[in-house]
């Protein structure tokens, strides 16, 4: 599989930043943030901020800065800070650079607002809650079971220093053809792995993929472009998307100007067009058939072979497969959102270089998303086969557009009043008492029962608890990434309860995704996969006749905790209880709104040990099950400060 760069390979081009776009003038008006997949912050103006910040580095003098101005940083100042030694890594937003320097720096003159380096925490991916880490605990890990992670780090870092760091702390270098040039693969235990982040020269650590660590074939992305570089792993927020700020519906236009001899145009074309529906499902975006490459609001769809004019050319065979720019900001028009394919790789439909597999990461970028730290959503960095969007890749893109029922839901323009003659004078508003802001809303989530994974019946029930929120909420089902149905959920409270009837199931692997909506428009999703089999006449895809169940469902309650709604401090609890049935009960099992799940021992009188919980809210779902099959659940919501 050839390696396919969705944006500004930082290795092969650290001085390539020849096309400068200008911004608007309005993000010049307020003080930038900077965005991280940990933190958002605003810092205060010290452009020598980074002089009084030390960290282990093997750099001498030098080191990793983030240098951010008011505005988008001009050629003259990128160039001036290459002249004084320093070499450009990619972007951050907003209005900031990552930077290296081999020796001391300065930045008078620069007009830069501020300076510094990314703090230990920045650094560690929050997806390693899920390996049990929590951000107070980063001194005082102990666990005995190995893993594997990626780390990235800064571009001029070497393989060999990279390599050479990594065993200093026990951990062991994983060799595989398809990463990038500034990532490691290594093995190892996660105290170790975290230790790393004290290091100038590490910017990220996040979790690995079952198919890095096997080496499969797999597409490997640094990143989509902006006109200042690559964005990199560390990195949370690039774009507001093509609606703006805030959450809404946008349409955008889209333009194939040059498409590739190697597969029939209309091939292509349909390859690419399944790639916008399976977005435009999910949020409320259209896209629509233009006829001017350079509009506003278009996407150019190239495919073009060495320098094409864009500044990033490409590299021939078995290189870089594509890369594609943000919207606007921070790019700006005509190049926005813009798609450019190789036309000397081998593309092909549905094997090798799939042309569907890279168009719908690539179309990720074009509406102004970064990458996944989840490995298996389409937008993780490195990747195979796509066939339908993740809930990961839903939940993200959900934080900048708005879901397609929502767009729908344009409101009416009330007609206008006549203005009577003379105009009469306004009676005065009383001025309102001032009110204290209204408390942060509660963390929003969603539990799921833990479903059957085959069956043969056409149609399936799910069930599980909103926790949090504001209500009435709304639930959307999707079905392996297309929507299936929508239902509105009445209630109030911390905890109320959902079903979804009759989802409808084909023959072989059903992806199903839930994404649940409060009043407050926040969201939270749960998802897994059911296959479905021929029944007993593999003629027929009429469902099965069910199994008989007991005359009733089991009997089942959960003693400890004994309220709805517990705190804790430990990283793993245990819940307890009871369960009775007329015939004998076959299992109790629990399941989490993080995606964990287990077998309870016991049946009559069970107990759930070790149940993971991570900062913030999680809702823990206990089902048992009797021994012809029918099935009881009930939750309890246990928040960990």
């Given at each position: 599989?050839?390696?396919?760069?969705?944006?500004?390979?930082v290795?092969?081009?650290?001085?390539?930043?020849?096309?400068?776009?200008?911004?608007?003038?309005?993000?010049?008006?307020?003080?930038?943030?900077?965005?991280?997949?940990?933190?958002?912050?605003?810092?205060?103006?010290?452009?020598?901020?980074?002089?009084?910040?030390s960290?282990?580095?093997?750099?001498?003098?030098?080191?990793?800065?983030?240098?951010?101005?008011?505005?988008?940083?001009?050629?003259d100042?990128?160039?001036?800070?290459?002249?004084?030694?320093?070499?450009?890594?990619?972007?951050?937003?907003?209005?900031?650079?990552?930077?290296s320097?081999?020796?001391?720096?300065?930045?008078?003159?620069?007009?830069?607002?501020?300076?510094?380096?990314?703090?230990?925490?920045?650094?560690?991916?929050?997806a390693?809650?899920?390996?049990?880490?929590?951000?107070?605990?980063?001194?005082?890990?102990?666990?005995?079971?190995?893993?594997?992670?990626?780390?990235?780090?800064?571009?001029?870092?070497?393989?060999e220093?990279?390599?050479?760091?990594?065993?200093?702390?026990?951990?062991?270098?994983?060799?595989n053809?398809?990463?990038?040039?500034?990532?490691?693969?290594?093995?190892?235990?996660?105290?170790d792995?975290?230790?790393?982040?004290?290091?100038?020269?590490?910017?990220?650590?996040?979790?690995?993929?079952?198919?890095?660590?096997?080496?499969?074939?797999?597409?490997?992305?640094?990143?989509?472009?902006?006109?200042?570089?690559?964005?990199?792993?560390?990195?949370?927020?690039?774009?507001?998307?093509?609606?703006?700020?805030?959450?809404?519906?946008?349409?955008?236009?889209?333009?194939?100007?040059?498409?590739?001899?190697?597969?029939?145009?209309?091939?292509?074309?349909?390859?690419?067009?399944?790639?916008?529906?399976?977005?435009?499902?999910?949020?409320?975006?259209?896209?629509?058939?233009?006829?001017?490459?350079?509009?506003?609001?278009?996407?150019?769809?190239?495919?073009?072979?060495?320098?094409?004019?864009?500044?990033?050319?490409?590299?021939?065979?078995?290189?870089?497969?594509?890369?594609?720019?943000?919207?606007?900001?921070?790019?700006?028009?005509?190049?926005a959102?813009?798609?450019?394919?190789?036309?000397?790789?081998?593309?092909?439909?549905?094997?090798?270089?799939?042309?569907?597999?890279?168009?719908?990461?690539?179309?990720?970028?074009?509406?102004?998303?970064?990458?996944?730290?989840?490995?298996?959503?389409?937008?993780?960095?490195?990747?195979?086969?796509?066939?339908?969007?993740?809930?990961?890749?839903?939940?993200?893109?959900?934080?900048i557009?708005?879901?397609?029922?929502?767009?729908?839901?344009?409101?009416?323009?009330?007609?206008?009043?006549?203005?009577?003659?003379?105009?009469?004078?306004?009676?005065?508003?009383?001025?309102?008492?001032?009110?204290?802001?209204?408390?942060?809303?509660?963390?929003?989530?969603?539990?799921?029962?833990?479903?059957?994974?085959?069956?043969?019946?056409?149609?399936?029930?799910?069930?599980?608890?909103?926790?949090?929120?504001?209500?009435?909420?709304?639930?959307?089902?999707?079905?392996?990434?297309?929507?299936?149905?929508?239902?509105?959920?009445?209630?109030?409270?911390?905890?109320?309860?959902?079903?979804?009837?009759?989802?409808?199931?084909?023959i072989?692997?059903?992806?199903?995704?839930v994404?649940?909506?409060?009043?407050?428009?926040?969201?939270?999703?749960?998802?897994?996969?059911?296959?479905?089999?021929?029944?007993?006449?593999?003629?027929?895809?009429?469902?099965?006749?069910?199994?008989?169940?007991?005359?009733?469902?089991?009997?089942?309650?959960?003693?400890?905790?004994?309220?709805?709604?517990?705190?804790?401090?430990?990283?793993?609890?245990?819940?307890?209880?009871?369960?009775?049935?007329?015939?004998?009960?076959?299992?109790?099992?629990?399941?989490?709104?993080?995606?964990?799940?287990?077998?309870?021992?016991?049946?009559?009188?069970?107990?759930?040990?070790?149940?993971?919980?991570?900062?913030?809210?999680?809702t823990?779902?206990?089902?048992?099950?009797?021994?012809?099959?029918?099935?009881?659940?009930?939750?309890?919501?246990i928040?960990?400060?």
């Amino acid at each position: 599989m050839k390696q396919f760069v969705a944006g500004y390979s930082v290795a092969r081009g650290i001085s390539r930043l020849s096309l400068w776009c200008t911004l608007v003038s309005a993000m010049a008006l307020a003080q930038p943030a900077i965005h991280l997949k940990n933190r958002t912050f605003t810092a205060g103006r010290d452009p020598q901020a980074f002089r009084g910040l030390s960290a282990k580095s093997r750099g001498g003098q030098g080191g990793h800065y983030i240098v951010q101005f008011d505005q988008p940083p001009q050629p003259d100042q990128v160039e001036s800070l290459k002249q004084r030694g320093a070499a450009i890594l990619g972007y951050v937003p907003e209005n900031a650079l990552m930077i290296s320097t081999r020796g001391p720096l300065s930045l008078d003159g620069l007009n830069a607002r501020w300076a510094g380096r990314l703090d230990r925490e920045d650094k560690i991916s929050p997806a390693l809650s899920l390996l049990g880490l929590a951000s107070s605990e980063l001194g005082e890990l102990s666990t005995a079971s190995s893993s594997a992670f990626l780390i990235e780090f800064g571009a001029d870092v070497s393989q060999e220093e990279m390599a050479a760091l990594a065993r200093e702390y026990n951990l062991e270098p994983m060799g595989n053809p398809y990463l990038l040039d500034n990532h490691l693969l290594v093995s190892g235990l996660l105290p170790d792995v975290i230790r790393m982040a004290e290091w100038d020269e590490v910017l990220y650590i996040f979790p690995a993929s079952e198919d890095l660590v096997k080496g499969n074939p797999v597409v490997a992305c640094a990143g989509a472009l902006t006109a200042m570089g690559a964005v990199g792993q560390y990195v949370a927020k690039v774009s507001e998307g093509w609606d703006g700020p805030g959450r809404g519906s946008a349409e955008v236009g889209y333009v194939f100007s040059q498409l590739t001899s190697k597969l029939g145009v209309d091939t292509q074309k349909a390859e690419i067009l399944r790639a916008m529906k399976e977005w435009e499902r999910v949020v409320g975006v259209k896209f629509n058939a233009g006829t001017n490459a350079k509009a506003a609001k278009t996407v150019n769809i190239l495919f073009a072979t060495g320098d094409h004019a864009d500044g990033y050319p490409f590299d021939g065979k078995n290189g870089t497969l594509a890369h594609t720019f943000y919207p606007a900001p921070p790019n700006d028009e005509p190049i926005a959102g813009d798609m450019h394919f190789d036309d000397a790789e081998n593309w092909q439909i549905g094997a090798d270089t799939d042309l569907y597999s890279v168009a719908v990461h690539e179309l990720g970028h074009a509406l102004g998303l970064g990458h996944s730290d989840k490995s298996g959503a389409v937008m993780y960095p490195y990747y195979r086969r796509a066939t339908s969007l993740t809930s990961e890749d839903i939940s993200a893109i959900l934080l900048i557009y708005a879901d397609p029922i929502s767009a729908t839901l344009t409101p009416t323009t009330p007609p206008s009043t006549p203005t009577p003659t003379p105009t009469p004078v306004p009676t005065p508003t009383p001025k309102l008492p001032t009110t204290l802001p209204a408390a942060p809303p509660s963390p929003f989530s969603l539990s799921l029962s833990t479903p059957l994974t085959d069956t043969t019946q056409g149609a399936l029930s799910i069930w599980g608890a909103l926790n949090a929120g504001t209500g009435p909420w709304r639930m959307n089902w999707y079905i392996s990434g297309g929507l299936n149905g929508s239902v509105v959920v009445n209630g109030t409270g911390a905890s109320t309860s959902w079903n979804i009837n009759s989802i409808p199931l084909a023959i072989g692997v059903n992806n199903v995704v839930v994404l649940a909506a409060d009043s407050a428009q926040r969201y939270a999703t749960a998802s897994f996969s059911v296959t479905r089999k021929a029944g007993s006449n593999p003629g027929s895809t009429a469902p099965a006749t069910p199994t008989a169940a007991s005359s009733a469902p089991p009997a089942l309650a959960i003693t400890t905790p004994s309220s709805s709604n517990t705190q804790v401090t430990q990283a793993a609890a245990t819940v307890k209880g009871t369960a009775k049935s007329d015939i004998a009960l076959a299992e109790v099992s629990w399941s989490t709104n993080a995606g964990n799940t287990g077998v309870c021992t016991g049946t009559t009188d069970w107990t759930c040990q070790d149940v993971p919980m991570l900062v913030g809210t999680n809702t823990v779902t206990i089902r048992v099950k009797d021994a012809m099959g029918a099935t009881s659940w009930k939750a309890v919501t246990i928040t960990r400060r």
